[in-house]
């Protein structure tokens, strides 16, 4: 059984900093690539950051350059998250999915991925 689950996320101050963890299992991991994605109250679904299975290869969205950094365990079968100077506005449901090969610069669109099910991260100001 194909299964992503997230954790990390809790409750952390502006300019704190978190680092959220997608453990895989139920397929071979080191052939998919891991997006993280978030969605917040009353907002569509945003892509954050994905990984590709074999180059390594990173996106990020231009709201968390230089923050966020994206990485994987291919041992652990675990894709991180680490968000640091964390803002009000980082608050959201943050969601990994997974989809097979490489990411691209569409991966934001999280379309046909295999989804987690979330994990919060709330930002006080």
């Known amino acids: 059984e194909v299964q992503l689950v997230e954790s990390g996320g809790g409750l952390v101050q502006a300019g704190g900093s978190l680092r959220l963890s997608c453990a895989a299992s139920?397929?071979?991991?080191?052939?998919?690539?891991i997006g993280w994605f978030r969605q917040a109250p009353g907002k569509e679904r945003e892509g954050v950051s994905c990984i590709s299975s074999s180059d390594g290869s990173t996106y990020y969205a231009d709201s968390v350059k230089g923050r966020f950094t994206i990485s994987r365990d291919n041992v652990k079968n675990t894709v991180y998250l680490q968000m640091n100077s964390l803002k009000p506005e980082d608050t959201a449901i943050y969601y990994c999915?997974?989809?097979?090969?490489?990411?691209?610069?569409?991966?934001?669109?999280?379309?046909?991925?295999?989804w987690g099910q979330g994990t919060q991260v709330n930002v006080s100001s």
């Open positions: 139920g397929f071979t991991f080191d052939d998919y690539a």
């Open positions: 999915a997974t989809t097979p090969g490489v990411c691209s610069a569409s991966y934001y669109l999280g379309l046909g991925w295999f």
